[in-house]
């Protein structure tokens, strides 16, 4: 498991310790490797996602001065980011908002370490798909990949090429057994000899997949209308689930 | 995939069953929707809706291919329904509006379900769901069809398309425009504004047509 980006979000000092201090000890006890990220407001937030800043885990707190929680989640919504989000307030009047953000979560304040652990622990058995990890065997040592990092793999003389925003790792895996190991809705086999991650895709051209690294990755042309309609639904569903 | 009701109250699971008729209508999926009469463990593939205030807890469950909403009378179980980690959780009364946001939620479980146009195009046989299809207009070698996606061209006539489409969100609007009420956001004067930012006149000899479809679909679409 890579290390995972967790951030507090609370305009309260005491209460952002506490809470990281909750978080430090499950990690610790699950053998999990965490970064924590603390954020007094809601402003804050945003402007660290609106930059570089990826965050896998979010506690948020609801009454805060300027933004409160809840629009805070909308706005992180309407960003298109699909972030977990844990709700961790003293207010009990905003179940029905917190369905309509996608929170995977409600803790309500003063928690204690065994409501933490039981959010983390649903946390951690349901990772988002984009954090999976796919192990590979390369350059002689075991390799984790998060499967959001994979552009494409290829076949290319009896090997199979991952390609990767850091470049391309080489396994003697087979494509099938990479395909069946992946498993994900967000994976076409649009070619014998290559599997693309549709996340990446910006759109059809011709008989290509054109990639957001501007690389074209082929679509067996006996399948194309198959495989033309499939990225399309996969388009449709992936906007529809995020509204 | 399926639709299962388990609701305690008649009146609430006679009135949650036909919002989610319409919804199965105007979307066009093709979906069972069954009633449980008794509390039963949950089936594969089945998108479940479960009432709270009920006396049995709801279904935990462990498949990634089912849905669970919880319903409840009162707002504040949403947060002690977190236990059961839905998929969302829906006030009593039912509102469509909250419905259709619910069903969008879990689109990859019924997108397999949509009933689709199947047409030729660049010699490659596509199927376009019902639902995606926004509109079609008539031209001289056959029709160009428009998705929110992406237009196609077909050889077949405008006529002979309209055929194939469900008459409950399908308008013929003009001579050669055929358009998905779903889509309407407006309708001024003699055109009809789409949600795209598409305008399309209406034909003289269409205008109370649509005008009547649009009310229909509305009175189905609102639970009217």
């Given amino acids: ?243 | 995939m399926q639709i299962l009701v388990y609701l305690y109250d008649p009146v609430e699971q006679a009135s949650l069953c036909h919002m989610l008729r319409a919804w199965a209508e105007l979307s066009c999926v093709a979906m069972d929707i069954a009633i449980m009469q008794a509390p039963a463990p949950p089936q594969a593939q089945s998108i479940i809706f479960w009432d709270l205030d009920s006396p049995y807890p709801p279904p935990v469950l462990q498949d990634a291919g089912c849905a669970l909403f919880l319903c409840s009378r009162d707002p504040q179980r949403a947060i002690d329904s977190y236990s059961y980690h839905p998929t969302g959780f829906l006030t009593k009364p039912f509102s469509m509006d909250k419905l259709w946001d619910a069903m969008q939620r879990c689109a990859s479980l019924w997108f397999s379900s949509l009933k689709r146009l199947e047409i030729l195009s660049d010699r490659l046989r596509i199927g376009i769901p019902f639902k995606n299809l926004i509109w079609a207009e008539g031209t001289r070698r056959g029709c160009l069809i428009h998705t929110s996606h992406q237009c196609l061209s077909a050889r077949e006539p405008l006529y002979q398309l309209e055929q194939r489409l469900p008459a409950t969100i399908f308008t013929r609007c003009q001579r050669s425009f055929v358009v998905n009420l779903s889509y309407v956001q407006e309708i001024t004067g003699n055109s009809l504004f789409l949600n795209d930012g598409t305008e399309i006149s209406l034909g003289r000899g269409n205008k109370s047509s649509v005008l009547e479809a649009y009310q229909q679909f509305c009175r189905l679409r609102y639970s009217q």
């Avoid at chain 1, 804050?44 to 979010?58: D, F, M, P, V």
């Fill in chain 1, 1 to 243: 498991m890579p290390e995972l980006s967790i951030a507090i979000c609370d305009d309260l000092e005491a209460e952002r310790i506490s809470l990281a201090r909750m978080i430090k000890s499950y990690a610790q006890a699950h053998g999990q490797s965490i970064h924590l990220q603390f954020y007094s407001s809601g402003e804050n937030l945003l402007a660290a996602l609106q930059g570089s800043n990826s965050i896998h885990l979010l506690f948020l707190d609801i009454y805060m001065p300027g933004l409160s929680g809840v629009e805070t989640a909308r706005r992180i919504r309407a960003m298109g980011n699909d972030l977990s989000i844990i709700f961790a307030t003293t207010s009990q009047d905003h179940g029905l908002d917190s369905f309509e953000v996608r929170a995977s979560d409600y803790l309500v304040k003063p928690f204690r370490h065994e409501d933490v652990a039981a959010c983390l622990d649903w946390f951690f058995s349901h990772i988002p798909e984009p954090l999976r990890l796919l192990s590979v065997y390369s350059e002689g040592e075991w390799q984790k990949l998060p499967l959001s990092s994979i552009y494409y793999i290829d076949v290319y003389d009896h090997q199979s090429r991952i390609h990767t925003p850091r470049g391309m790792l080489i396994t003697r895996r087979g494509l099938d057994d990479l395909e069946t190991a992946i498993d994900s809705q967000d994976f076409l086999r649009c070619h014998r000899s290559f599997l693309v991650n549709l996340n990446h895709v910006t759109g059809i051209e011709g008989n290509d997949f054109q990639m957001t690294d501007n690389t074209l990755v082929p679509i067996s042309s006996a399948n194309l209308a198959r495989i033309r309609s499939q990225f399309i639904d996969w388009t449709y569903i992936k906007a529809w689930s995020q509204t």
